[in-house]
């Protein structure tokens, strides 16, 4: 079999990872601990090689290595800022590629990862909009993103090292689903991979610690919200309806009232698991102080926290960021409604 038709084990969930080992011969009594050997080893060590697996016998390695693989997808392209932000723009398959982002800040680390290429849905403010939808990111492709910023980052722990003990301060501290594409229209691989991320074996990432960012596929909010357990982030960008439809033109199909009652239902709401309300500052669009208030009343009764994010033009788009002024006093007023520091720079 060559190296591209073997099929990856990340992503696979236990059950699958048993499957192999039967496959191979093993006995039906040592296939929970032969699943969670490879387990462990993808994710608390990190292998990126089946041959490293050194507590599994030379065999049976050799029987896993003909049929699978755990090698990354490849990173065509990785951009290093002074602030250090790193982006890298990863390829999975011929012509599908997406972009992984990672944002440190103080002592918090955000990795930013893609749940599609390209997407669907066209809000008028997005780059990725523009792109027609590629495909969907399989489990296994959505979690090999946060395994190459953890190889980048240099993250894994050094078993090796009596010092260390396995255990290494890290640095992605904080998952968002905030990449390309709308990770409610991928909705089973997206699910997978967040509980993967939040596994107590694995990364045990918090869920209070990732963040499922949706432009408002009303019917899947609350299935995701029950069935992980993250927390949840709303594109919202507007306030009327006749505003939202343009910018997201999901809200067509799923007005803004029907969204906020999605956000009051969500799951585990409360002043400590707060909703986060995304709002892109586009020049006379959408950046009153009239809208700044009606945001306000919008949110009053949800425990929500309000992003303000300067708007940031790319080749072809047809609006501009507010100014710095307005997005000031845009600020202030959400500020005054008992909101901290609302822009994201
Ligand atoms: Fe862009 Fe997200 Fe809207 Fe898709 S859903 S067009 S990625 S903002």
Redesign the pocket.
Known sequence: MSALEKKSLVGMDREALQDCFRDLGVPEKALRMRASQVWNWIYTRGASNIDDLTTLSKDLRAGLAERFTLARPEIIEQQISEDGTRKWLIRFGPGVEAETVFIPDDRRGTLCISAQVG?????S?????TQNLVRNLTAGEIISQFLIARDALEEWPDFQDKEEKGKRPRKITNIVMMG???PLYNFDNVRDALLTFADSDGFAISKRRITLST?GVVPEIGRMGAETGVMLAI?LHGVRDEVRDTL?P?NRKYPIKELMQACRDYPGLSNARRITFEYVMLKGINDSIADAKALVRLLAKIPSKINLIPFNPWPGSNYECSDWAQIEKFAEVINRAGYASPIRT
């Open positions: 997407c669907t849905l066209n809000c403010f997005c780059h990725t909009g390309m594409g709308e432009s594109s997201v999901i």
